[in-house]
């Protein structure tokens, strides 16, 4: 009896793996499964090269013949430089690199140069603000100097034509407060300074002293309320008592109303009041007015009051050269 | 005539010392010929012989390789510099046997073609190396470029004639 299809006959099996029975009873041998391929591999970076290499051999050869013989050439060949041209074209093939590292190389130094350039001139500069510095305040102090001694020579000029005997002194303070107008000056009693010493400058009279210590004295100024001097109009010969007014200026009293007096006048002191010689500059008129019986009459200082620095204290009258001579 | 993909190409062997003592004999000839024969200036015996090898042989590096020996060899005995006919030479033998595959050169007019052109590139090629290189470089006679290149295409005729003698199928 047949088997079905497929099914092994009568129980037959196989006899070996790969084989089966067929229809026909016929044993059928399968082949065994094909292997898959292996996929292809990749080829590396230098067996590409090579490949490519050897795929243009010819080309390459006749590459490196060409090159070897323009070699052989070039060391032959001398254009007129005298140089052969081996030279010349290996100058000029390696010549726009050494200029490129030559402009790489100026570019860093310069940039460095300008660094430490930078530096050097900041340096510099402060070095130089200093030193400027420095001579601005020697000039600012030689321009004092200058005007001190411009000042000290105006003054020592005006001592020498005063027929009196004087001391110069230097302001060193003022008193403090509104109202009060005197100075202080370092020359005291050890000057041989008393009460009532006139105080002059080069410009007019600055005031007396009232107050002497030893080694400093005291001086109210004229624009003082306290203040008086004997004046005496040098135009109109009109005489008069000059008194502060406790504000930077001064008042010409007891002029009568009649006398002819117009501003820009000038003031002297008259001497009457045997504090001041005759003949110093007390002031200018400012202006004119008549009142009841006298003028009123308002005079500004010579002497500029509120800049004083170095004073002139009168102490004696100067004698005579004849009264010198018969003395000796 | 272009080669076709099932065109059969043939190759050729040839004996070293045929190819040897034939490059030999060029360079003598090519010596010595002018002396006698004034009109022999014009002919390049040992280019002839460079042309006909490299498309015998059909190969690039050896067309290139005998090309540089034999022009090294021409420069060694001319006046000129070492390397002149050398890098003009490699170059034709390069371009022979580059020929040599491309074309179909059994034919009398295919050869005779390439012979023509082969010399022309080497004529050029010289002319433009020494412009090139030197400073005072000879002008180029048109007149004298057509009579070169008429007259060595008319000696390979016969040369190449001689030296087919010589070659064995591979």
Redesign the interface.
């Known amino acids: 009896m047949n088997s079905p299809p497929g099914q092994p006959q009568g129980g037959r099996r196989a006899p070996f793996a790969g084989a089966r029975i067929g229809r026909d009873g016929l044993l059928e041998l399968r082949s065994p499964e094909a292997p898959r391929p292996a996929p292809p591999r990749v080829p590396e970076g230098p067996e590409v090269v090579q490949a490519f290499i050897s795929r243009h ?3 390459f ?2 590459v490196a ?2 090159a070897a ?2 070699v ?3 060391l ?2 001398t ?2 430089q005298h140089e052969p ?1 081996a030279k010349a074209w290996a100058v000029a093939a390696l010549a726009p690199f050494e200029r490129s590292l030559r402009g790489i190389a100026d570019l860093t130094g310069g940039s460095w140069h300008a660094v430490r350039d930078l530096t050097q001139a900041e340096r510099q500069n402060n070095e130089l603000q200093a030193r400027l510095a420095a001579d601005q305040t020697q000039i600012r102090n030689l321009a004092e100097n200058a005007t001190e001694n411009h000042r000290l020579r105006s003054l020592l000029d005006f001592r020498a034509q005063l027929p009196y005997a004087t001391v110069a002194a230097e302001v060193i303070g003022s008193s403090p407060g509104e109202g009060s107008n005197t100075v202080l000056i370092d020359k005291g009693g050890d000057s041989g300074l008393g009460n009532d010493f006139p105080v002059v400058t080069p410009e007019g009279v600055v005031g007396k002293i009232v107050a002497v210590y030893p080694h400093s004295a005291q001086v109210l100024l004229l624009t003082d309320p306290a203040a008086g001097a004997g004046g005496l109009l040098e135009s109109s010969r009109a005489q008069g008592v000059l008194k502060g007014t406790g504000q930077g200026l001064c008042r010409m009293e007891y002029v009568m109303n009649g006398d002819a007096v117009s501003p820009g006048e000038t003031v002297v002191t008259s001497g009457l009041d045997q504090v001041y010689p005759k003949g110093l500059p007390l002031g200018t008129v400012m202006t004119v007015g008549n009142g009841n019986i006298y003028k009123n009459i308002l005079v500004k200082p010579a002497a500029a009051l509120d800049r004083l620095e170095d004073v002139l204290v009168v102490v004696a009258k100067r004698p005579a050269p004849e009264e010198a001579k018969a003395r000796h | 005539m272009p080669a076709s993909a099932e065109r059969p190409i043939n190759v050729y062997r040839v004996h070293p010392l045929t190819l040897w003592v034939a490059a030999f004999l060029a360079l003598v000839l090519q010596t010595f010929l002018p002396v006698v024969l004034p009109l022999a200036r014009l002919l390049d015996l040992p280019l002839l012989v460079v042309i006909y090898f490299s498309v015998t042989r059909r ?3 050896f067309g ?2 005998f090309g ?1 020996a034999v022009g ?1 060899a021409e420069d060694a005995l001319s006046h000129g ?4 006919f ?2 003009v030479k ?2 034709v033998g ?1 371009f022979g ?2 020929a040599s595959v491309k074309f179909d050169l059994e034919q009398f007019l295919g050869r005779l073609a390439l012979t023509a052109a082969l010399v022309l590139l080497h004529s050029l090629a010289v002319d433009g ?1 020494r412009h090139m ?3 005072s470089p000879p002008p180029i006679q048109p007149l004298d470029l057509a009579s070169l290149v008429l007259l060595n295409s008319a000696m390979a005729v016969v040369l190449f004639q001689v030296l087919d003698r010589f070659r064995r199928p591979a």
């Open positions: 051999r010819p080309f050869t006749l013949v060409l013989q323009l052989l050439l070039s032959q060949i254009p007129a041209l | 190969s690039k590096v290139t390789l540089t090294l510099f070492l390397g002149m050398g890098v490699a170059l390069y046997a580059w190396l290189l030197l400073e």
